[in-house]
C-alpha cells in the first residue's frame, strides 16, 4: 500500500494548507517536528489572554504555506526559482523554529544555555543524516551560505515568511486586533532586486502597517506586564529546582526534565554528542517539551521547600507576582529595603529573599536600525530604504523602548 503523502491541512487563519512534497509531509511527520505541537507558541500568555493556546506546529506550517506563495509570486514576476530551490527554502521555513525550547522564549538559555536557532540547525543536521541528504540545500539556506541570498531573507530577515505568520496568527488567537496586517498584498509586493528581497512601492502602505502592527503587539502582547511577570517567575521555578537538585534535595521531575535540571548542557557538550542515560543530549532536548515543566511544576506545588512550592503554587493557580513598569531602573538601595521587608514578612531568610523580587528591563524596537533593512523598488527602478522612502516619519519605529520592572507578590505591595 502506498501511502498518499499529499494532504490538506485546514488552518483557521489561512484556510486550506496543501502539502505537495513528499519530503515536507515525512518531516512533518518526524518526531522532531511533532513535538512542536506541544510547544505553545506564546510562552504563558495564555494566562492573559484565555485563546492563545496555540503551538509552533501551527505557526510552522502557517509560515510554510506564506513562503509557498511568495516564491509563487516570486516567480511571476521573473525570477528563476527551481524546483530543488523552492523545497528547500520550504523546508528551512518549516524548521524554522524546530529547536525551540518549552514555553518558546520564556526559556530561552535557562535549560540550556544556547539559543534555539542553533539547536535547530544541530536538529536539521541530524535530519538530513537520517534523510541521507536531502536537507543540504535548506541547511545551506538556514545558515545563509547559499549563493542566492534573498532565499535566506525570505526566512529570517526583517520581512520574513516567520514575521507575516506569527503577526497574525499571535493577532488572531489573542483577539487583539491590532496585530492584523495585509499579508497576501505585503507578498504580492515582494521583488528582487541585486540579490536582496525587496517590495514594490505600492505595497509600502502596507509595510508601514507591518511595521507599526509589529511595535503594538510587542506591547500589547509579548511584552504585556503580566506576562513579563509569569515568564520570569517560570525562569525562577526552574532555578531554585535546579538549586535544590544540585544541592542533594530530592525532587519530583519528569525523567526528561530530570536530565537537564541534573547538568548545565552548553553548545560544546551538544556539538560533543554527549550520552547521558543511554541518549545523546540532543536526543533528550528532542523529547523536552510543555508538559515536562507543568507535570513537574504541580507537583512542586507541594514540595517542603517554601520557596519551590510558593513559586509553583503562585504559576499553576494564576496567583501572579505584582509587576510595576518604571522608565529608570530600581535604585539598589530600593532593592536592599525591599529584599529586607521580604525576609521580614515572608521567607525568613535573606538568601532566599531574591526569588520573590525580580526586577530586569524591556526593549522594543519594530525596526532594527543595524539589521537589514526593508527595500523599497520604485517605479523608476530605484531602491531606497522604507525609512528615506516612507512619507511618514518612521523614527519612533528605529528607536529602541526601554523600560524597567519589578516584580514581587501582591500581599508584599511596597509602592
Known amino acids: 500500500m502506498v501511502l498518499n503523502k499529499k494532504k490538506i491541512i485546514n488552518d483557521p487563519v489561512f484556510g486550506f494548507i496543501s502539502i505537495q512534497s513528499e519530503l515536507i509531509f515525512d518531516l512533518i511527520e518526524h518526531s522532531f517536528f511533532q513535538r512542536l505541537r506541544r510547544i505553545k507558541q506564546l510562552g504563558l500568555s495564555f494566562l492573559v489572554f484565555p485563546g492563545a493556546n496555540h503551538t509552533r506546529f501551527e505557526h510552522a506550517l502557517g509560515a510554510l504555506h506564506l513562503m509557498r506563495q511568495a516564491i509563487s509570486v516570486l516567480r511571476l514576476k521573473g525570477h528563476e526559482i527551481n524546483e530543488e530551490e523552492e523545497e528547500a527554502v520550504a523546508v528551512a521555513i518549516l524548521l524554522h523554529d524546530v529547536g525551540h525550547a518549552p514555553f518558546s522564549h520564556v526559556l530561552e538559555n535557562t535549560i540550556v544555555e544556547i539559543p534555539h536557532e542553533e539547536i535547530s540547525i544541530l536538529l536539521m543536521h541530524e535530519l538530513n543524516r537520517q534523510f541521507k541528504g536531502k536537507l543540504e540545500l535548506a541547511i545551506e539556506i538556514f545558515t545563509n551560505c547559499y549563493r542566492k541570498k534573498y532565499l535566506h531573507q525570505l526566512v529570517s530577515s526583517q520581512l520574513d515568511m516567520d514575521r507575516l505568520d506569527y503577526l497574525s496568527r499571535d493577532s488572531f488567537f489573542t483577539g487583539v486586533t491590532e496585530g492584523i496586517v495585509g499579508i497576501d498584498r505585503i507578498i504580492k509586493m515582494l521583488n528582487i532586486y541585486d540579490d536582496q528581497i525587496v517590495a514594490d512601492v505600492k505595497g509600502i502602505y502596507s509595510i508601514e502597517k507591518f511595521l507599526i502592527a509589529r511595535r503594538l503587539m510587542y506591547w500589547q502582547?509579548?511584552?504585556?506586564?503580566?506576562?513579563?511577570?509569569?515568564?520570569?517567575?517560570?525562569?525562577?521555578?526552574?532555578?531554585?529546582?535546579?538549586?535544590?537538585?544540585?544541592?542533594?534535595?530530592?525532587?519530583?521531575?519528569?525523567?526528561?526534565?530530570?536530565?537537564?535540571?541534573?547538568?548545565?548542557?552548553?553548545?560544546?557538550?551538544?556539538?560533543?554528542?554527549?550520552?547521558?542515560?543511554?541518549?545523546?543530549?540532543?536526543?533528550?532536548?528532542?523529547?523536552?517539551?510543555?508538559?515536562?515543566?507543568?507535570?513537574?511544576?504541580?507537583?512542586?506545588?507541594?514540595?517542603?521547600?517554601?520557596?519551590?512550592?510558593?513559586?509553583?503554587?503562585?504559576?499553576?493557580?494564576?496567583?501572579?507576582?505584582?509587576?510595576?513598569?518604571?522608565?529608570?531602573?530600581?535604585?539598589?538601595?530600593?532593592?536592599?529595603?525591599?529584599?529586607?521587608?521580604?525576609?521580614?514578612?515572608?521567607?525568613?531568610?535573606?538568601?532566599?529573599?531574591?526569588?520573590?523580587?525580580?526586577?530586569?528591563?524591556?526593549?522594543?524596537?519594530?525596526?532594527?536600525?543595524?539589521?537589514?533593512?526593508?527595500?523599497?523598488?520604485?517605479?523608476?527602478?530605484?531602491?531606497?530604504?522604507?525609512?528615506?522612502?516612507?512619507?511618514?516619519?518612521?523614527?519612533?519605529?528605529?528607536?529602541?523602548?526601554?523600560?524597567?520592572?519589578?516584580?514581587?507578590?501582591?500581599?508584599?505591595?511596597?509602592?
Open 221 to 415: 502582547v509579548y511584552l504585556h506586564k503580566t506576562v513579563v511577570s509569569a515568564e520570569f517567575q517560570l525562569i525562577n521555578v526552574l532555578k531554585r529546582a535546579r538549586e535544590l537538585v544540585a544541592s542533594g534535595e530530592n525532587i519530583f521531575a519528569t525523567p526528561i526534565l530530570d536530565i537537564f535540571l541534573k547538568n548545565r548542557f552548553n553548545y560544546n557538550d551538544f556539538k560533543s554528542n554527549i550520552t547521558v542515560s543511554g541518549k545523546n543530549i540532543l536526543d533528550w532536548y528532542s523529547l523536552l517539551d510543555d508538559s515536562d515543566i507543568l507535570a513537574s511544576v504541580k507537583e512542586w506545588e507541594h514540595h517542603h521547600d517554601p520557596v519551590l512550592s510558593y513559586l509553583a503554587k503562585s504559576i499553576t493557580n494564576r496567583k501572579l507576582f505584582k509587576i510595576e513598569i518604571k522608565s529608570m531602573p530600581v535604585s539598589k538601595v530600593w532593592e536592599e529595603k525591599i529584599l529586607q521587608k521580604i525576609t521580614e514578612k515572608l521567607t525568613g531568610n535573606y538568601k532566599l529573599s531574591p526569588y520573590f523580587l525580580i526586577t530586569g528591563e524591556i526593549t522594543n524596537n519594530a525596526l532594527n536600525r543595524e539589521g537589514e533593512n526593508i527595500l523599497i523598488l520604485s517605479k523608476n527602478g530605484k531602491v531606497r530604504d522604507i525609512r528615506n522612502a516612507s512619507d511618514i516619519n518612521l523614527s519612533a519605529l528605529t528607536k529602541t523602548v526601554r523600560k524597567y520592572f519589578a516584580c514581587f507578590p501582591k500581599e508584599l505591595d511596597f509602592y
